[in-house]
Every structure is written in C-alpha cells, then in structure tokens.
C-alpha cells in the first residue's frame, strides 16, 4: 500500500508538472524565455538569473569536481499572469557536477510548486526526484538541507503564484 501511495504521488506530481509545463509553452515568446549558462565548479558560490518583467528566477549554486556543464534556465509568465515558472536543468541528464549547496529564488511570487531531481529525462533515461528531505521549500525559496542532501542535482522545477489581480 506504501508503495501505491508513493508511485501515485509521484505520477500525481509528475502530471501536475506537464500541464502547468502546458501552459506555459503556450504563452507567446514575450512570455517565455530559455537561455543557456556554464555551471561552474571549484567551490565558489555563483548565481544565474533571469526574468520576464517584474518576475525573477535565481540560481544560486556551489560545486566541485569535472568541468563546466551547459545548463539551461526557462522561464515563463502564464497568459492570464497569475503564475510563473522557471526550470533550470541539465540537457544531457544526470550532471556529472557535486553541489555543496543549492538554491532557487523567485521573486514577485509565492512557490506553489517545486520538485528537484538528480537526474532529467534524456537519452532514454527518466527523471528521479531528489528524496523530500534533501530540500526544503519556502514561500520564495527552494534550497538544499544541510546534511540530507545527496549533492546531487540535475534539474529544479519552481512554479509560483503571482500577487497579479484582476480588477
């Protein structure tokens, strides 16, 4: 029953994720927005940040070991501006990178949703989650635990709710 209980909120997760994903991709290009940066090891803490009008993502990372790593961030404003999203993620799959530290900030929202994985779809692999007490989430961020994460990160996923009200 443990079992069923675990795959059922997995594939609930994961479906949840596809149609907010939907609607995004949906919304014009004044609306969405990928770009590509270098992940970078050695030990010191960098940030990557992008946004679509007054909605920011940012990645803030540390590393250690291998080379850079091409990533990518997207971001997306939903057409009736009442969410944004921002995924940031490996193309090739599982990074070859050791995170000591990670964090995702939206700003201008409230998370409504976020998942990490240790590994994306790519290359006929499939996404695996980072186990919930690896990281936490907050009203505007998602970071690593202290102690309980794995260093090991692929892809991060945050879906928040704009202050955007209609009149």
Known sequence: ??????SC???L????????ILAFVSAGPERTKTVEFNVKPGGVVHTFTQGIRE?????????Q????????M??????????FSCAVWRPQGKSYLFFTQF?????????SYANAFSQTAAAGQSDVPLKPE?????????THMEGTFKAQLSKLTVIGRTRHNEL
């Open 103 to 111: 964090k995702a900030e939206l700003k201008g929202t409230k998370i």
């Open 9 to 11: 909120g997995v594939n």
């Open 65 to 72: 070991g291998g080379t850079n790593e091409q990533w990518l």
């Open 74 to 83: 997207s971001v997306g404003l939903s057409d009736d501006d009442s969410l």
């Open 55 to 63: 909605y920011e993502c940012s990645f803030t990372y540390a590393s």
């Open 1 to 6: 029953m443990a079992s069923l209980t675990k």
């Open 134 to 142: 690896e990281f936490t989430v907050r009203d505007a961020t998602v």
């Open 13 to 20: 997760a994961f479906v949840l994720e596809f149609v907010l």
